[in-house]
């Protein structure tokens, strides 16, 4: 029997496991749209905003372990697609965007919405491909999907033009295929671990490739028994339980002192599953010359682009992990229990949250104190990007995994979008966006997204009218010379109720904590705003003397 393109689409997308898509409909893919209707087991997610579309299905990713699937049309909805299609790149998530494509007789002639897709979009993902034959539907997007998934994941884009998707071709469609990850070889693992024992000051870097090989239990067998000092890169929280008695702390923004000195003096460094991104090496300074760094990577393109290893192992986290707690001992274990606890003694120290109230404001630091004490522990966190992240990344804990999806990529507007995919990627968990008013304005339509779908999401909104990490660069780099950066807010808790959502507006902490069980409770999509002082910028920042400064101008 013959189909459309549209089903054929459809077709792989059901062979591939494929149960939620996101998208803003349009009519440059239509015939796929029709075929989802008969697809009831596909779950089509239609969203406000392509950005906020792309941002959910990276979440989702995420969240679920799955590829990621969102739709745009041609031209205009397809760069609007970009922002998510960027982070998953940065963020090493598998995604498939499927983008409707003008009609192939009038390509190259400025046609209606016209972009050259796979040429714009080339450097942004791992493959681009056009599908210009409706009887390669099954072979090329099968393909996408298998690149999307393997190796070091990452974004693939497919351009579908309109008139392919409407001809027709008997369907022959293949078993959905997945490769092995690459495993280790065993002399490269013994002299790792030898390597290891013999070090005085080793630390291990976990990354995202810990995550996604679903590595994390391993990762403390073995940090257990080697007695190693583990470190998280830059948003990646949850490879490592935040509280036990190896976790050193993490890399990123506001990464304290403590922790860079002691990965400068190490003698070793075994990175597992990590690009050595520009914030978690504090602009590629973090690593000594005289480190010996063993880098475990999936993706042999990492070894040597910002450190040149002195052992190199193309392999994914887990499998290197499983040789390594097997590989026979040798040598001896020199560095000490005592550097191991005095490290995470020193993170426990700096992470305790502060139960500091506030009466004019709401204190950020007696917020994450509340927040700790009040959300379970498998709660999945999202945020955007902004200066109130300071205070998530330093106070909140992370004791379990697939509790974090955030965007290294820095992009604003994900908080709520990526916490929607979550939350349909998780239900059973509770799930809650922490974002800046600047961030939370880019993507706050996609709360009607959440009542429509019924996806009970928290969205907590930190408001201090400014772009407030634009701002405090502007006070450091040109001070008393602010422009640009003051904002002018609606009432978000009443915006929220006007959608459908839950809204409450807090203005003080004691009343933070009775605001967000209420939430919870309300089983509606939630925002919670929070008014702060918009002259504390960062955390950590002298509060006595912001406040004295205050009243001396009054």
């Given at each position: 029997m013959k189909v459309s393109g549209g089903r054929a689409v459809v077709e792989v997308m059901a062979k591939e496991g494929v149960k939620k898509a996101f998208c803003v409909p349009g009519e440059s893919y239509l015939s796929v749209m029709d075929a989802l209707y008969q697809h009831p087991e596909i779950e089509l997610i239609s969203a406000r905003h392509e950005g906020g579309a792309s941002f959910m299905a990276e979440g989702y990713a995420k969240a679920s372990g799955e590829v990621g699937v969102?739709?745009?049309?041609?031209?205009?909805?397809?760069?609007?697609?970009?922002?998510?299609?960027?982070?998953?790149?940065?963020?090493?998530?598998?995604?498939?965007?499927?983008?409707?494509?003008?009609e192939r007789?009038?390509?190259?002639?400025?046609?209606?919405?016209?972009?050259?897709?796979?040429?714009?979009?080339?450097?942004?993902?791992?493959?681009?491909?056009?599908?210009?034959?409706?009887?390669?539907?099954?072979?090329?997007?099968?393909?996408?999907?298998?690149?999307?998934?393997?190796?070091?994941?990452?974004?693939?884009?497919?351009?579908?033009?309109h008139d392919m998707l409407e001809d027709e071709a008997e369907l022959n469609m293949n078993p959905s295929y997945r490769s092995l990850p690459p495993q280790p070889h065993m002399e490269d693992v013994k002299q790792a671990m030898d390597t290891i024992r013999n070090a005085e000051r080793p630390v291990l870097i976990a990354g995202g490739g810990v995550i996604h090989a679903k590595a994390n239990r391993l990762l403390v067998q073995f940090a257990e028994a080697m007695k190693l000092p583990v470190i998280t890169a830059f948003r990646r929280f949850d490879a490592f339980p935040n509280s036990h008695p190896c976790y050193a702390g993490w890399l990123g923004f506001g990464t304290p002192q403590y922790l860079l000195d002691a990965i400068r003096d190490a003698d070793v460094v075994l990175a597992l599953g990590t690009r050595f991104s520009q914030v978690g090496t504090q602009d590629y300074t973090l690593l000594s010359k005289n480190s010996k760094l063993i880098h475990v990577d999936i993706c042999p393109d990492i070894f040597g682009k910002v450190y040149a290893p002195s052992l190199a192992i193309e392999a994914d986290a887990k499998s290197f992990l499983e040789q390594a707690l097997q590989a026979p001992e040798s040598g001896?274990?020199?560095?000490?229990?005592?550097?191991?606890?005095?490290?995470?003694?020193?993170?426990?120290?700096?992470?305790?949250?502060?139960?500091?109230?506030?009466?004019?404001?709401?204190?950020?630091?007696?917020?994450?104190?509340?927040?700790?004490?009040?959300?379970?522990?498998?709660?999945?966190?999202?945020?955007?990007?902004?200066?109130?992240?300071?205070?998530?990344?330093?106070?909140?804990?992370?004791?379990?995994?697939?509790?974090?999806?955030?965007?290294?990529?820095?992009?604003?507007?994900?908080?709520?979008?990526?916490?929607?995919?979550?939350?349909?990627?998780?239900?059973?968990?509770?799930?809650?966006?922490?974002?800046?008013?600047?961030?939370?304005?880019?993507?706050?339509?996609?709360?009607?997204?959440?009542?429509?779908?019924?996806?009970?999401?928290?969205?907590?909104?930190?408001?201090?009218?400014?772009?407030?990490?634009?701002?405090?660069?502007q006070e450091r780099h040109f001070p008393n010379r602010a422009v640009?950066?003051?904002?002018?807010?609606?009432?978000?808790?009443?915006?929220?109720?006007?959608?459908?959502?839950?809204?409450?507006?807090?203005?003080?902490?004691?009343?933070?904590?009775?605001?967000?069980?209420?939430?919870?409770?309300?089983?509606?999509?939630?925002?919670?705003?929070?008014?702060?002082?918009?002259?504390?910028?960062?955390?950590?920042?002298?509060?006595?003397?912001?406040?004295?400064?205050?009243?001396?101008?009054?």
């Open positions: 969102c739709m745009a049309t041609r031209g205009v909805g397809a760069t609007n697609l970009a922002i998510g299609i960027h982070t998953a790149a940065q963020d090493s998530t598998p995604l498939i965007a499927l983008i409707g494509q003008v007789p009038f390509k190259e002639k400025e046609a209606f919405q016209e972009v050259n897709l796979t040429g714009f979009f080339s450097h942004l993902c791992k493959w681009t491909v056009e599908i210009d034959r409706v009887e390669r539907i099954p072979e090329l997007l099968q393909r996408a999907f298998h690149i999307a998934r393997s190796g070091r994941p990452g974004p693939v884009l497919v351009a579908l033009p001896s274990f020199i560095s000490g229990e005592d550097h191991l606890k005095e490290l995470h003694d020193k993170y426990m120290e700096f992470s305790e949250p502060k139960s500091d109230y506030a009466e004019d404001f709401v204190d950020m630091d007696g917020l994450m104190h509340d927040l700790a004490v009040c959300l379970p522990k498998d709660t999945i966190i999202t945020n955007d990007a902004g200066n109130f992240f300071g205070w998530l990344s330093r106070y909140y804990r992370f004791e379990q995994e697939n509790t974090y999806v955030g965007p290294t990529s820095g992009a604003m507007g994900y908080g709520l979008p990526a916490a929607i995919g979550a939350k349909l990627a998780q239900p059973h968990k509770q799930v809650v966006s922490i974002s800046g008013d600047g961030g939370f304005m880019m993507t706050l339509q996609e709360i009607e997204t959440a009542v429509r779908y019924k996806i009970p999401t928290i969205s907590i909104v930190v408001n201090n009218n400014i772009y407030g990490t634009i701002r405090a660069h640009g950066t003051d904002l002018s807010n609606p009432d978000f808790a009443g915006l929220a109720r006007l959608f459908g959502a839950h809204g409450e507006k807090v203005e003080k902490n004691i009343d933070f904590a009775p605001a967000l069980q209420r939430a919870i409770t309300s089983g509606l999509p939630s925002v919670i705003e929070v008014a702060v002082n918009p002259k504390i910028l960062s955390v950590g920042q002298d509060k006595k003397e912001v406040y004295e400064k205050l009243m001396s101008n009054n």
